[in-house]
């Protein structure tokens, strides 16, 4: 299963290269990186740590996978998520979705990234000149993910 | 019955352990019950863990609501809300 939780950094070309390789019948690849900020929510942040469930955490995520190929016509599926201690700039996440046509890929990466942000278990510590504190759970993320639960949700 | 317990994330942090293997009583047979045990120690375990905190767990690895039992040799794991990606 494409899911990957790694402590080292990504290199999303290759990954997308790999992931279409050998399989002509591929014609769209939508792609997502995520990537630690300086900032949030007004302080200034210096660094931080991504800590998850090992075993749930992965569990969690195939299970988002196995769901958006349950609701989009997809062929294949990628999932890198990084823990441990990240400094800005540097990336934390890659989805990699590929299908025939763009509608698809498009709809199941954001898909699977507003289920990953509420459902897949990893937890943001933030290193500020204050000192340190976890990140807060949004509500914004779960009016996200809850929009795929309308039934116009699947209109890809 | 024996069970292991884990604590994530800050919870982890404001309980001061990362997890215990517990012997518990059939009343703590579901995860309303474990909570309530828990939470009666006082302290920071009241506080952590009280009613109407945002508070997730999850039995062998998967999202549990209260009513879920709890059996012999289950990993029960309390957690805030996720904040990844």
Same mark, same amino acid.
């Given at each position: 299963?494409?899911? /990957?939780?790694?402590?080292?950094?990504?290199?999303?070309?290759?990954?997308?290269?790999?992931? &279409?390789?050998?399989?002509?019948?591929?014609?769209?690849?939508?792609?997502?990186?995520?990537?630690? /900020?300086?900032?949030?929510?007004?302080?200034?942040?210096?660094?931080?740590?991504?800590?998850?469930?090992?075993?749930?955490?992965?569990? !969690?995520?195939?299970?988002?996978?196995?769901?958006?190929?349950?609701? +989009?016509?997809?062929?294949?599926?990628?999932?890198?998520?990084?823990?441990?201690?990240?400094?800005?700039?540097?990336?934390?996440?890659?989805?990699?979705?590929?299908?025939?046509? &763009?509608?698809? !890929?498009?709809?199941?990466?954001?898909?699977?990234?507003?289920?990953?942000?509420? /459902?897949?278990?990893? +937890?943001?510590?933030?290193?500020?000149?204050?000192?340190? /504190? +976890?990140?807060?759970?949004?509500?914004?993320?779960?009016?996200?993910?809850?929009? +795929?639960?309308?039934?116009?949700?699947?209109?890809? | 019955?024996?069970?292991?317990?884990?604590?994530?994330?800050?919870?982890?942090?404001?309980?001061?352990?990362?997890?215990?293997?517990?012997?518990?009583?059939?009343?703590?047979?579901?995860?309303?019950?474990?909570?309530?045990?828990?939470?009666?120690?006082?302290?920071?375990?009241?506080?952590?863990?009280?009613?109407?905190?945002?508070?997730?767990?999850?039995?062998?690895?998967?999202?549990?609501?209260?009513?879920?039992?709890?059996?012999?040799?289950?990993?029960?794991?309390?957690?805030?809300?996720?904040?990844?990606?």
């Amino acid at each position: 299963m494409a899911v /990957r939780i790694q402590t080292k950094d990504f290199d999303a070309g290759a990954e997308m290269a790999a992931l &279409r390789l050998n399989n002509p019948k591929i014609g769209a690849v939508a792609s997502f990186i995520g990537v630690c /900020r300086d900032a949030n929510d007004g302080t200034a942040v210096t660094k931080m740590t991504l800590e998850h469930y090992p075993g749930m955490t992965e569990r !969690a995520l195939e299970k988002i996978v196995v769901e958006a190929k349950a609701r +989009w016509d997809l062929m294949e599926v990628l999932v890198v998520h990084r823990v441990g201690e990240l400094k800005p700039g540097d990336q934390i996440v890659l989805v990699v979705v590929t299908g025939a046509h &763009r509608g698809e !890929a498009f709809a199941a990466c954001e898909f699977i990234m507003d289920y990953l942000k509420t /459902r897949a278990p990893f +937890w943001k510590k933030e290193e500020t000149p204050q000192g340190a /504190r +976890w990140v807060e759970a949004r509500g914004s993320d779960d009016e996200a993910a809850e929009r +795929w639960n309308s039934p116009k949700a699947d209109v890809a | 019955m024996k069970i292991k317990v884990l604590y994530l994330a800050s919870l982890r942090e404001q309980l001061g352990k990362s997890g215990e293997d517990l012997e518990t009583s059939p009343a703590t047979s579901t995860v309303a019950g474990l909570r309530a045990l828990l939470m009666a120690r006082g302290g920071a375990w009241q506080a952590a863990l009280a009613q109407g905190r945002a508070l997730r767990v999850a039995v062998n690895q998967e999202m549990a609501q209260p009513t879920t039992a709890v059996k012999p040799g289950d990993e029960i794991a309390f957690f805030p809300p996720v904040t990844g990606g």
